[in-house]
């Protein structure tokens, strides 16, 4: 269920339209600018043998100048029973080596994902078996000198025990390795209750109550919120759904942990996400004016992603974000 017909099921939609159209007036303050805590999730082509050096090179000047820090790199997916085939990534080895050489001081993180029960037929997060089996494919992936593991499951429902569970089993082994656990994660209820409404009516559960997002934030180093395929109609509701986004996971993300909004750099047009909505440059400034005069260093924006932006994104990403 898309977030705005959410809205529009406990508040009239002019009221919703009227308050998020007010989150996104005014000018983002100065400050709101890259505190160098900046990601880009990487498609599947950089590890299965698709990319070679030339991309690479092509990569470390894409990312010059930015405030890019992290690589979430698409080295999954994970078996439905939490095991990670390592003939999925025959050139992961070579990709964390060229990008520590190219790039020192960016970190690769093995990104590792499934679709999740009980909505889809996949990752069983209650099962203990399920939970040591993806327990083992962070080991595995950390064995190739990645320097973190990014879980992206969906969709994980709020109030999830299994989720939780197996994030305390990780993340003894990624602190071990003094690598980073890191985790995509859904939208925070735009208003109290809303999940519950949404998997009550629709089946699915959209969004995490605020409650739930922090007690998911505190078991990891970084989390970052898939803030896009929200069905906002037009760039001005976009851009204050954002903002409201960021103000709701700042106050739910302890100081010491990374929060970072995803970034829309891709096309759709569908129920869920309108291209012409959903835009790079709503994001960023939406984001901005959340984040106001906040000194804040533990704050970025994520671009989703490297095989689908265009000129464009990373240019609206660069102005709105990065330029002084």
């Not at 964390?96 to 790039?103: S, Y």
């Not at 083992?136 to 992206?152: N, Y």
């Not at 996400?273 to 790079?280: D, I, L, M, P, Q």
């Amino acid at each position: 269920m898309a977030g705005a017909l959410g809205l529009a099921l406990l508040l009239p939609p002019a009221s919703a339209a009227a308050a998020l159209r007010l989150r996104y007036a005014g000018e983002p303050a100065a400050e709101a600018r890259t505190r160098g805590h900046d990601a880009v999730w990487l498609g599947h082509a950089w590890v299965d043998g698709r990319k070679g050096d030339a991309d690479l090179a092509g990569l470390t000047r894409q990312l010059a100048g930015t405030g890019i820090r992290d690589l979430y790199v698409h080295t999954g997916p994970l078996g439905d029973d939490g095991s990670l085939d390592p003939a999925r990534y025959p050139r992961a080895a070579w990709l964390v080596a060229g990008v520590h050489r190219a790039m020192p001081g960016l970190r690769v993180q093995a990104w590792l994902g499934d679709v999740v029960a009980p909505e889809e037929d996949g990752l069983h997060l209650d099962q203990a078996d399920t939970r040591t089996r993806i327990t083992g494919a962070s080991r595995q992936v950390l064995d190739l000198g990645f320097d973190g593991v990014h879980l992206d499951l969906e969709p994980v429902r709020s109030d999830s025990a299994g989720f939780l569970a197996l994030l305390e089993q990780v993340h003894p082994v990624t602190a071990e390795r003094r690598a980073r656990l890191s985790v995509a994660a859904p939208q925070i209820d735009p208003l109290p209750g809303l999940h519950s409404v949404g998997t009550a009516l629709a089946g699915h559960g959209k969004w995490w109550s605020q409650a739930y997002f922090a007690q998911v934030a505190r078991r990891v180093e970084q989390i970052a919120v898939m803030s896009y395929d929200t069905g906002m109609p037009l760039r001005s509701l976009y851009g204050g759904y954002v903002a409201q986004q960021t103000s709701l996971a700042l106050e739910a993300t302890p100081p010491g942990v990374d929060l970072l909004m995803g970034l829309p750099a891709y096309w759709d047009d569908s129920f869920g996400h309108r291209g012409s909505a959903e835009t790079v440059a709503a994001a960023v400034r939406g984001a901005r004016l959340a984040l106001g005069r906040s000194t804040r260093q533990t704050f970025g924006l994520a671009l989703y992603a490297d095989f689908s932006a265009t000129p464009e994104d990373w240019a609206a990403y660069r102005h709105g974000w990065c330029a002084a």
